[in-house]
């Protein structure tokens, strides 16, 4: 039976592991998960906010995620939207979920991320 989602992975390519601290810590106000040694060795990161977890694992022959995406619930939308923007990430709302706020970002490797809030 399944219980919950443990986390999402998402992939990178080798060496951008700086440009992922930057944004998923300092934009998105994650906080960097230590993976451990056998792991670390392989390249990546892991970060986290709250139950959210996300893995960003390095691929020989990367391409960014462009269709496939984690949703992310957030919280006052409106202020985390003008965050990202005004920290230089890039917002494009879209309003084509009935009942929900919701916008997309590209990390710097081009994954793409929804963004939503529930509608009261």
Known sequence: MLAAVDHVQLAAPAGSEGALRVYYVDVLGM???????????RGGCWFGAGAVQLHLGVEEDFRPAKKAHPGLRVTGIEAYAARLKSLGASVTWDED????????????????????????
Not at 31 to 41: C, F, G, H, N, T
Not at 98 to 119: A, I, T, W
Request: aromatic share 12%; charged share 30%; glycine share 6%.
């Open 31 to 41: 906080v960097e998960i230590p993976k451990p040694p056998v792991l670390a060795a």
């Open 97 to 120: 979920l009935p009942g929900y706020r919701r916008f997309y970002s590209e990390d710097p490797v081009g994954n793409r991320l929804e963004f939503l809030e529930p509608e009261v």
